[in-house]
């Protein structure tokens, strides 16, 4: 089975940096994706790793370590825009697809 | 424009009446979806089809059905609702399973008195 787990909530600054840590326990590995999800909206995707390594898009950076079970979404720059759930799901084979409960970020001015 | 819809967005009914979600796509996607979405719990996969006429189960199936008739279409059905499929629903679709970007609707929440 899979285990997926991240913090529930967090708080940040606007302006300032924030890592959203997420970490996994699965078996044949096919992917980590982290999704953005405003209140009462669709989530919509952010980014995909499948290799260990940072993926820069904009402002926002994921991390992969493969043999840690870790990944890690970087928000620079905050805005108050930013503020909304984001998720985190693993892919196991080409159609096992699980979502952990979120993080609930908060910025503040 | 470049969508998932689903319909209704909103449904309060009463248990043991069957109704039934849709769910369109325009993108011509292989891959479709529906997720359930519950505080506490994320997103739950309900039922997955990776082309017409080919479904499956994800984790959450029972109380349940689908169909995939058409590429474009991938209802939720509920045979006979109980208060504990009082969800919020999303249907997805990709361009095909192993795509690394889902598309979701807006969503659907059910209230099953």
């Known amino acids: 089975g899979q285990n997926i787990d991240q913090p529930t909530e967090m708080t940040a600054t606007e302006g300032a940096i924030v890592q959203i840590n997420c970490t996994y326990q699965t078996s044949g590995f096919n992917g980590l994706f982290w999704y953005q999800q405003h209140a009462g909206e669709a989530p919509t995707f952010l980014s995909y790793?499948?290799?260990?390594g940072l993926e820069e898009k904009g402002r926002f950076s994921s991390f992969l370590s493969r043999s840690k079970g870790y990944s890690y979404l970087l928000l620079k720059e905050l805005q108050m825009k930013d503020s909304a759930s984001y998720l985190c799901a693993v892919r196991a084979g080409h159609n096992d697809m699980r979502f952990g409960a979120g993080t609930r970020l908060t910025v503040k001015p | 424009e470049a969508q998932v819809t689903q319909n209704p967005r909103y449904l309060i009914t009463v248990t043991g009446k069957k109704l039934t979600v849709t769910c369109s796509q325009n993108?011509?996607?292989?891959?479709m979806s529906w997720y359930r979405q519950d505080p506490g719990l994320g997103l739950r996969q309900i039922y997955y089809?990776?082309?017409?006429?080919?479904?499956d189960k994800g984790d959450v199936p029972e109380g349940y059905k689908v169909s995939r008739k058409e590429k474009r279409n991938f209802p939720l059905i509920l045979e006979s609702p109980s208060p504990n499929q009082t969800s919020l629903y999303f249907c997805a679709s990709s361009l095909s399973s192993g795509s690394y970007e889902q598309f979701f609707g807006p969503g659907t929440r059910l209230t099953v008195l």
């Open positions: 993108m011509n996607h292989e891959y």
């Open positions: 089809s990776m082309n017409v006429e080919v479904t």
């Open positions: 790793n499948v290799l260990d």
